[in-house]
């Protein structure tokens, strides 16, 4: 059972890229899409509702901006949308989705930078890590089996950027966002792509300057995080840089599907 984030900078744009092929080929059995950047109503038919896919769509209020999209194979046995906090659910960053015993939480975690890149948003990032991770502390707690997943717009660790020098004083891998993520880990959380992988090298997000792909000057700022319950179900993590198409590139978890029953 293969569980996918990927976010897709526009998917009506990365639709005219390749977008249902890709999905064919995938191997999934649940997709997660982050920065869909449409209403359902906007989307070409096939993507609203491709054949023997089930899908969900959450827009943000601001026309196109933010938004997360579900793909999955069965229908989910219970949906949620909805943080609390208005002025997050506002922007269309969330989807809870039970199958069996799994959640799948995809999020769009929101990015530091306000219009000018001034940081001016890192307080509002912060408090959208802090109230998903008191909504997720009783799962976690209570040994659920729960993934979350999607681009959380930071880089944890050095080893997840290929530059983390010059990126100190950038959001993304300020002190502060890094804290919040190790919050995460020492709780419990588990970094999966990391439990298989230590080496450095592998990232999800690339800037779309000229080679900068190319050179592999990238960040690794898309995961998913599995509580300990889960982790025992998932058999491999992965990256997916071959994926173009976007600015960031799908990553993957491929599970016992055991974990459902």
Known sequence: MRVVSWNVNGLRSIHRKGFLPWLSKARADIVGLQEVRARVEQLPAEVRSPRR????????ERPGYSGVGLFSRHEPDDLD?????????AEGRLQFARFGKLTVV?????NGN??????????????FYQRLFARLEKPLRDGERVLVMGDFNTA???????????????????PEEREEFDRWIRSGWVDTFRHFHAAGGHYSWWSQRAGVREKNIGWRIDYVLATPAALGYVRKAAVHPEVHGSDHCPVS????PAVLT
């Open 53 to 60: 896919w089930k899908t969900h769509f959450v827009a943000a």
């Open 114 to 127: 306000g219009k000018d890149r001034d940081l001016s948003r890192i307080p509002f990032k912060l408090d």
């Open 156 to 174: 944890h660790r050095d080893v997840d950027l290929a530059r983390p020098r010059e990126n100190r004083e950038t959001s993304g891998f300020r």
């Open 253 to 256: 978890v491929d599970l016992d």
């Open 106 to 110: 995809n999020g769009y975690f929101p």
């Open 81 to 89: 949308t909805l943080l609390g906090a208005p002025a997050m659910d």
